[in-house]
Structures are given as structure tokens and as C-alpha cells.
């Protein structure tokens, strides 16, 4: 043996080491409660809260809302936050900016926009049926005990829900659930995406009499379909599904007409 071989002998084996290192840290992964992180922004939980008071009635119709500097010191956030969360509620019909005098509550039921963004809704619920419809039947035949247990799980946490905006936030991790059930990350970064851009939509909607026990009752249809395996089933509910949104979307938009 020269020099160089017993010089590379000595070292210690660092591939084992290494691998040995790798594997105790992914276990401890494992064994830690994590939980998975919402894309929540700090924007949404303003006007989440706010939307719950409108709805209880904590703001009343045609009151004013503190102005941006004493909100932004209660919820401890910027201003710029409390001005975006505040758009979103104007946007919804929630409230209205009066000039020279501030911001006031001006319904208690949401009212949909005709186009979000450069989005209509029959744009988004168009591309919806695109990549919804193949994800559910993909989860039905690729889904796993654990993706199962977290669309249950979430199933029941909207049965319990009384908040229109925890509605909305759960109903989007039910569709998320089920993009990732199909194992194909991409239909997760879609439908997230999709949904972020859904968010007024579902807002609206989701303020109508009994959408929510609708919505709930068509998710489980779907979840049904996903347990039992069926990938036609489970395409079908989520067309009967998106098929009801679109039913209240034309009544949201009669009843915009009608009050304008």
C-alpha cells in the first residue's frame, strides 16, 4: 500500500456518517406535530375578522370603521395591509368608501363582482373543469388512508363552522386536499393558485342562504367518490358541484342588478 492509499484508509467513512445523519433528521421531521403552512396573508385575517363583525353585526350597517391608523395599530400590521384587506370588503359589497369621511358598512350580505381581476366567472369556472374534474378522478385511484383522514377531517370542521370566511378557507383546503391526493404536485400549485384568485367568488357565494350546507353536502359526494375509488363518480360530483356554484353565481349577479 503507498502513501496515498493509507492516507485514504485512515479517513473516516463520512458517506455513512452522513446517511446515518440524514435518516435521524428525517425521522425527527417525522415525529415533530408539525402542520402545513396556510398561504393566508396577513391581508386575509384582517378582513376575515372584519367580516365576521359585519356579519354578527359588531359593525353595523351604515356605521363607520376606525380609520386605517387605529386599525393597523389594533391588528398591528401596516397600513398598506389594512388598506387591501379593506378593497377586498369593498369588493364584495361589504362596505363603501365615503369621501372625506371614512369607510362605512354598507350590507351584510356579500354581493358578487362581475370579474375578478381580468377574470370572469365563467372564465375561472371554465378553467375549473379543466383541471378540477381530472384531479378528483386521479385522487380516486391514487388516494392514500392519510389523504382520506385530512378531506374527512376537513369535512367535519365545515359542518362545524359557523364563519363565512372559515367556510371559504376550509372549503379551499378540501380542493387542495385533493389535488394532492393525486400525487402530482402541479395540480397542487394550480389549484392553490386557482383558488387564490377564487377567493371574492367564494366570499360571495358562500353568503348566500343554504350555499354552505350545499357546498357542504356536494363535497362529500366527491369524497365519497374518492373513497370508494371511483374516478368517474368522483369527475361527476365535482361537475354537479361547479355546477351549483355556477347556479349561484346568476343568482348573486340577478340580485346585483336588482339592487343597483
Known amino acids: 500500500m503507498n502513501l496515498s492509499d493509507s492516507f485514504t484508509a485512515s479517513l473516516p467513512d463520512t458517506t455513512t456518517e452522513e446517511t446515518a445523519t440524514e435518516d435521524a433528521a428525517e425521522a425527527r421531521a417525522q415525529a415533530l406535530p408539525l402542520s402545513r403552512i396556510s398561504r393566508r396573508s396577513a391581508a386575509d ?7 365576521a363583525m359585519i356579519e354578527s353585526g359588531v359593525l353595523a350597517v351604515n356605521g363607520r370603521l376606525p380609520s386605517e391608523a387605529d386599525l393597523a395599530h389594533e391588528f398591528g400590521v401596516s397600513r398598506p395591509v389594512i388598506r387591501e384587506a379593506l378593497r377586498g370588503l369593498q369588493a364584495l359589497g361589504l362596505t363603501e368608501s365615503r369621501t372625506g369621511r371614512g369607510t362605512f358598512v354598507a350590507s351584510k350580505v356579500a354581493k358578487l363582482t362581475l370579474s375578478f381581476g381580468q377574470y370572469s366567472p365563467a372564465d375561472l369556472n371554465e378553467v375549473r373543469r379543466c383541471i378540477e374534474m381530472p384531479a378528483a378522478s386521479l385522487a380516486a ?16 370542521a365545515h359542518d362545524r363552522v ?8 376550509l372549503d379551499g383546503q378540501f380542493h387542495c386536499a385533493i389535488a394532492r391526493a393525486t ?8 389549484i392553490e393558485d386557482l383558488r387564490e384568485i377564487l377567493q371574492e367568488q367564494s366570499l360571495a357565494v358562500s353568503a ?13 359526494a366527491v369524497f365519497d367518490a374518492i373513497v370508494r375509488q371511483d374516478a368517474e363518480g368522483a ?4 361537475a354537479t358541484h361547479l355546477g351549483a356554484v355556477e347556479i349561484a353565481i346568476k343568482q348573486l349577479t340577478s340580485q346585483r342588478e336588482l339592487d343597483d
Open 208 to 220: 348566500l342562504p343554504n350555499r354552505r350546507a350545499g357546498a357542504g353536502s356536494e363535497h362529500r
Open 235 to 238: 369527475a361527476a360530483a365535482v
Open 183 to 190: 400525487g402530482n404536485m402541479l395540480f397542487l400549485r394550480l
Open 45 to 51: 385575517e384582517v378582513r376575515g375578522q372584519l367580516l
Open 141 to 156: 385511484s391514487r388516494r392514500t388512508q392519510a389523504d382520506i383522514d385530512e378531506m374527512r377531517r376537513i369535512l367535519d
Open 162 to 169: 359557523t364563519s363565512t370566511d372559515e367556510a371559504v378557507r
